[in-house]
T-cell receptor, first 111, second 112 residues
Framework: EDKVVQSPLSLVVHEGDTVTLNCSYE??????LLWYKQEKKAPTFLFMLTSSGIEKKSGRLSSILDKKELFSILNITATQTGDSAVYLCAVGVDSNYQLIWGAGTKLIIKP | NAGVTQTPKFRVLKTGQSMTLLCAQD?????MYWYRQDPGMGLRLIHYSVGEGTTAKGEVPDGYNVSRLKKQNFLLGLESAAPSQTSVYFC???????????FGAGTRLSVL
């Protein structure tokens, strides 16, 4: 059975800290891995990764994929209170219209 | 550019009542999805559609029906609401070539 596991489930840090969120997967016919940020509303797209070792970066957020070890990390440097959210990881597979979702990591940034 | 629009945003139902949630997208996307999200359980797929006139079951389809009569609209129906259907419902759409799904703002439904 295909599955996506995120860790930790929740994390509390102070403003300015750096955090690393993890997403591991076991799927057949991997196609892509996606990260989303969800505040009190809809998930919003952050990154899509398809190749190992190539870092995607947007401001203080970055992500990388390891297809050999079957995981991805999302890094956030110099965290701000606005980074508080649930971060969702999802995996797309070939020949399937669906995404397989992890349960999310709830990140709380304390001022 | 509206993207994905869901109506209504909030609704309270009594057990046994019926209702329809509407999702509209203006991005000409082929695929559309309905999810429910409950605390600690992430997103669970209810039904999805790969094109106008087609629908398919997801992970948790029981108690729900869907229709995709027009490409831009995807309707989710609850025929006889139950308290277990209290949840936040999200609609999403994606284009043919990419896995990126774009979400609506959600509908918060309470069934009493």
């Amino acid at each position: 059975e295909d599955k996506v596991v995120q860790s930790p489930l929740s994390l509390v840090v102070h403003e300015g800290d750096t955090v690393t969120l993890n997403c591991s997967y076991e799927v057949t016919n991997f196609r892509s891995l996606l990260w989303y940020k969800q505040e009190k509303k809809a998930p919003t797209f952050l990154f899509m990764l398809t190749s190992s070792g190539i870092e995607k970066k947007s401001g203080r957020l970055s992500s990388i994929l390891d297809k050999k070890e079957l995981f991805s990390i999302l890094n956030i440097t110099a965290t701000q209170t606005g980074d508080s959210a649930v971060y969702l990881c999802a995996v797309g597979v070939d020949s399937n219209y669906q995404l397989i979702w992890g349960a999310g990591t709830k990140l709380i940034i304390k001022p | 550019n509206a993207g994905v629009t869901q109506t209504p945003k909030f609704r309270v139902l009594k057990t046994g009542q019926s209702m329809t949630l509407l999702c509209a997208q203006d991005m000409n996307h082929e695929y559309m999805y309905w999810y429910r999200q409950d605390p600690g359980m992430g997103l669970r797929l209810i039904h999805y559609s790969v094109g106008e006139g087609t629908t398919a079951k997801g992970e948790v389809p029981d108690g729900y029906n869907v229709s995709r009569l027009k490409k831009q609209n995807f309707l989710l129906g609850l025929e006889s609401a139950a308290p277990s259907q209290t949840s936040v419902y999200f609609c999403a759409s994606r284009e043919l070539a990419k896995n990126i799904q774009y979400f609506g703002a959600g509908t918060r439904l309470s069934v009493l």
